[in-house]
């Protein structure tokens, strides 16, 4: 199995950013693709960003385009979320996730981190 840890999260101001940041242990051999989702109160969660695994190829939500950036270090098992000129209609909980196929993320079957909270405040 694969345990995923999340850090990074906190509170800024619109315009302000900020990196999330999410580790891989135990079977890391068995991720294709790692990605990030989101939850804000009230609604339901909703795919961000994701990339292959050995780096690469990324998708990004298009209400995060040209303000995030995934990518990885696979010397520390370990993908990044950089998160530029935040606004507050970003604020929610971030989730990680892991998943051995492009078709399973955010799927049942795929990984999911503990999620961690990011505020933007106006």
């Known amino acids: 199995q694969v345990q995923l840890i999340e850090s990074g999260g906190g509170l800024v101001q619109a315009g302000g950013s900020l990196r999330l940041s999410c580790a891989a242990s135990g079977r890391t051999f068995s991720i294709y693709t790692m990605g990030w989702f989101r939850q804000a109160p009230g609604k339901e969660r909703e795919f961000v960003a994701s990339?292959?695994?050995?780096?690469?190829?990324?998708a990004y939500a298009d209400s995060v385009k040209g303000r995030f950036i995934i990518f990885t270090d696979n010397a520390k098992n370990t993908n990044y979320l950089q998160m530029n000129n935040l606004k507050p209609e970003d604020t929610a909980v971030y989730y990680c996730?892991?998943?051995?196929?492009?078709?399973?993320?955010?799927?049942?079957?795929?990984?999911w981190g503990q999620g961690t909270q990011v505020t933007v405040s106006s």
């Open positions: 990339i292959a695994w050995t780096g690469g190829s990324t």
């Open positions: 996730n892991a998943a051995i196929s492009t078709e399973t993320m955010g799927k049942e079957g795929s990984t």
